[in-house]
């Protein structure tokens, strides 16, 4: 079973603080890792996609992939009340057959005023 | 505009109803799915599909029943409405790999 784990939080950070969420996954042959950003009652929304070792930026999100340690990260810069959501990392599957992401259980972000 | 589109939004139904939620997508993405999630829990994969006549389930037993006639249309039905079956239903569509999935705005289905 392929799993995708992040921790579920909450995670609380300062306004204008560096937000870091993490995730971990166990399919070593992934090529393609996802950030989606889910606000209460919402769908969720892409926000990062990084498919090479290394920090991918886009405005205030950085995501970092090293598939050496089977790991991403995503780091939200000057972090803003908007920013309160719950991120889900989801990790494509590398299966020649299957067609769909993995998704994480999501952490819980939230602003400190 | 280039969308995923979920009806209805709401639903409130009574138990023992037939009900079917609909998704449609204008993207051409041959690859859809079918989510349900509870509040502040994870998402579970409950039906997919790769292109049409072809379905499949997810990870998450469910009673719900989907179709794939058309690309663009996938609906999920239920024979008869539980108070079990409450939940949000996410509608999801994906074609190239490397853009993952774009999802639709759900349907929050709630049976009394």
């Known amino acids: 079973q392929k799993e995708v784990e992040q921790n579920s939080g909450p995670l609380s950070v300062p306004e204008g603080a560096i937000a870091s969420l993490n995730c971990t996954y166990s399919d070593r042959g992934s090529q393609s890792f996802f950030w989606y950003r889910q606000y209460s009652g919402k769908s969720p929304e892409l926000i990062m996609s990084i498919y090479s070792n290394g920090d991918k930026e886009d405005g205030r999100f950085t995501a970092q992939l090293n598939k050496a340690s089977q790991y991403v990260s995503l780091l939200i810069r000057d972090s803003q009340p908007s920013d309160s959501a719950t991120y889900l990392c989801?990790?494509?599957?590398?299966?020649?057959?299957?067609?769909?992401?993995?998704f994480g259980k999501g952490t819980l972000l939230t602003m400190n005023p | 505009e280039a969308d995923i589109y979920q009806t209805p939004r709401y639903l409130v139904i009574g138990t023992g109803k037939k009900i079917t939620l609909e998704c449609s997508q204008t993207m051409g993405h041959d690859k859809m799915y079918w989510y349900q999630q509870d509040p502040g829990m994870e998402l579970h994969l409950i039906h997919y599909?790769?292109?049409?006549?072809?379905?499949e389930k997810g990870d998450l037993s469910s009673e719900s029943t989907v179709s794939r006639i058309r690309t663009e249309h996938f609906p999920l039905t239920l024979e008869s409405a539980r108070p079990s079956h409450t939940s949000q239903y996410l509608c999801a569509s994906s074609g190239i790999q490397a853009y993952g999935y774009t999802f639709g705005s759900g349907t929050r289905l709630t049976v009394v």
């Open positions: 989801a990790v494509w599957d590398s299966g020649g057959s299957n067609y769909k992401l993995t």
């Open positions: 599909s790769y292109g049409v006549n072809s379905t």
